[in-house]
């Protein structure tokens, strides 16, 4: 029997990953700062020193989560701490990966580890660091995976937004906006974002661990679709059962608002509801291309938001 070690169990796309290696018929350890599982080690990626020896032992492929995320919420990232979880972390895993002759190792990265370029969509071609410490402590972990030699077959998934029935995320805050009428009607700008549901993550993981083509690649995953702001927004009203609204908020006001909240976050050190950085996100592009895991791994996912929203928003209620 395949023994997987999964990091980070306890979130959202690891308690995905759990049942579904489960199953298939793996056996599980799993590690987190909370209990979870059955067999499960207890450890924070902060913590200094050498991790347990019986962490990988017996383990046949880890899929590695644990991490820091991105936290929006941050007006300055602490690039230490990001170091220190997403790369250190990162790093001593692998070390013991090596010592217990572990084959396969996993790594679910992100897509903001590389600088974000003007070519739409972005692909595994575009390769240069993110400048930003979050961005930055995941592209070192990725080149440690990929280049230290550790174990005979490593990949990095960069997955673009997951998303599924969670309480957590930007999707889930949208919702819950549109809902109680809060969010306003952005225009269309006809931006594209990339997403992924959690089930399709999990599937493209599971391809990447047993395939061996896989061996020393980075892979984009997504949907395969593209999103605008607007047409997520017209797409929940519809699903909640509202009217569709015939008019939008004027670019122009939304980014005077965006610049008083950037004073706001320079006079205060915290996050304004709205800023450049949160109105970018929601007018602005990040369109990735999943092609090269199609074509070479067979990966084909079968959620798309359209289809995943009814489930989503049930589960909110």
């Known amino acids: ?12 796309i690891g308690a995905h990953l759990c049942q579904a290696l489960v199953n298939q018929g793996y ?13 499960n080690i207890a450890l924070d990626l902060a913590e200094p020193g050498a991790y347990p020896a019986e962490l990988c032992a017996g383990i046949d492929v880890i899929f590695h989560l644990a991490g ?14 990001y170091r220190q979880i997403n790369t250190e972390g990162t790093r001593k895993l692998l070390e013991a990966a090596q010592q217990a002759g572990v084959k396969a190792f996993v790594f679910f990265s992100s897509v903001k580890a590389v600088s974000q370029a003007s070519q739409q969509p972005m692909d595994e071609v575009v390769n240069d660091p993110a400048s930003d410490p979050y961005g930055l402590s995941k592209y070192e972990a990725e080149q440690l995976v990929l280049n230290g030699g550790y174990v005979p077959h490593p990949v990095v998934l960069r997955p673009s937004m997951v998303y599924g029935a969670s309480e957590k995320g930007n999707l889930p805050r949208m919702i819950k906006a549109v809902r109680s ?9 006809g931006n594209q974002r990339s997403m992924v549901h959690v089930t399709d993550m999990v599937a493209a993981a599971l391809l990447a661990a047993d395939n061996p083509a896989a061996a020393g ?29 015939a008019w939008s908020i004027p670019m122009p006001l939304l980014t005077s608002l965006a610049k008083l909240g950037d004073s706001f976050g320079r006079l205060t050190g915290r996050r304004f509801p709205i800023d450049s950085d949160s109105l970018e996100k929601l007018t602005g592009s990040a369109w990735y291309s999943s092609a090269k895991i199609g074509r070479e791994l067979g990966f084909q996912p079968r959620q798309t938001l359209w289809k995943a929203l009814p489930d989503i928003i049930r589960h909110l209620s």
């Open 68 to 81: 820091k995320a991105h936290a929006l919420a941050e007006n300055r990232q602490d690039a230490a701490e």
């Open 217 to 245: 690649q980075v892979y984009i995953v997504t949907d395969q679709q593209s999103y605008s702001t607007r047409q997520i927004y017209d797409a929940i009203r519809a699903a909640f059962g509202k009217q569709p609204v």
């Open 27 to 39: 056996a599980v350890r799993t590690c987190s700062r909370a209990g979870y599982g059955e067999d």
């Open 181 to 189: 009428g809060i969010f306003p009607p952005l225009s269309e700008s």
């Open 1 to 12: 029997m395949t023994k997987a070690l999964v990091t980070g169990a306890s979130g959202f």
